[in-house]
């Protein structure tokens, strides 16, 4: 059976992912710190605690703790663990907490890439998927921590897409725009913002299950498929 391993799957866009993996059949390993009692009682997943910011955490839970089934069936990695701090003046930012935005966000990525390439490579490829932000365009001077972040992880994206080009892993990232999640609309439904967009004359704000489809579809591109390209859906409609 053909298993994925996704990040940050406690809760929100993670968590998203992970059902939409296992609804399509898939075995998931959930890395998160927290952990996700819900996903971790359905069949098919296996729930990790780790901390993603550090390295050997991340490569004994991939190449020890989880079990040899389900590594020698991995074919995609959806990179989603990150933090996005409240905004705040450009000349109020102190670097200690940019810095810690820029480990969340960016360590954790290049942590998991480092352990689940060589997983991927040893099973005839695979995808890499990230889940980045518009925010990286780096126009709001407020978010700019979090922007330079994202920023990174684009650059990591491509530079995968170069790195492991020979190997068969296509390198992909996904920008899916404002979600409602329980931080922003208390993770309503889908008839809800259906709604709200159809008041704002938009679709600007997406439920998480919406954008899980959309970051799966992209994971699930072929060794021959699109790599080192952005899928912008942060667009408003008008």
């Known amino acids: 059976m053909k298993s994925v391993v996704v990040s940050g799957t406690s809760s929100g866009i993670g968590a998203a992912v992970a059902e939409e993996f296992l609804g399509r059949g898939y075995q998931v390993i959930g890395l998160s710190r927290r952990g996700n009692e819900e996903l971790a009682a359905a069949d098919g997943?296996?729930?990790?605690?780790?901390?993603?910011?550090?390295?050997?955490?991340?490569?004994?839970a991939l190449t020890d703790l989880a079990p040899l089934e389900v590594r020698d069936g991995l074919c995609a990695v959806v990179l989603n663990s990150g933090?996005?701090?409240?905004?705040?003046?450009?000349?109020?930012?102190?670097?200690?907490?940019?810095?810690?935005?820029?480990?969340?966000?960016?360590?954790?990525?290049?942590?998991?890439?480092?352990?689940?390439?060589?997983?991927?490579?040893?099973?005839?490829?695979?995808?890499?998927?990230?889940?980045?932000?518009?925010?990286?365009?780096?126009?709001?001077?407020?978010?700019?921590?979090?922007?330079?972040?994202?920023?990174?992880?684009?650059s990591l994206m491509r530079t995968c897409a170069v790195?492991?080009?020979?190997?068969?892993?296509?390198?992909?990232?996904?920008?899916?725009?404002?979600?409602?999640?329980?931080?922003?609309?208390?993770?309503?439904?889908?008839r809800f913002l259906n709604m709200l967009n159809s008041g704002y004359r938009t679709d600007w704000l997406k439920s998480v299950s919406t954008v899980a489809r959309w970051i799966v579809d992209v994971a699930e591109f072929p060794a021959n498929g699109p790599t080192g390209q952005i899928f912008?859906?942060?667009?408003k409609a008008s």
């Open 163 to 190: 790195a492991f080009a020979g190997d068969g892993v296509v390198a992909n990232e996904v920008r899916p725009g404002p979600v409602a999640t329980a931080m922003t609309v208390g993770g309503a439904d889908e």
């Open 45 to 60: 997943y296996f729930d990790l605690r780790v901390d993603l910011r550090d390295a050997a955490a991340v490569r004994s």
């Open 83 to 154: 933090l996005s701090p409240a905004p705040s003046p450009l000349t109020e930012v102190d670097w200690e907490s940019a810095a810690d935005v820029y480990a969340t966000n960016v360590a954790t990525a290049l942590h998991l890439v480092q352990a689940a390439a060589p997983l991927l490579r040893q099973h005839g490829g695979g995808s890499l998927t990230f889940v980045g932000s518009s925010t990286a365009a780096g126009h709001d001077p407020t978010r700019w921590p979090y922007a330079a972040s994202k920023a990174a992880l684009t």
């Open 232 to 235: 912008n859906y942060s667009r």
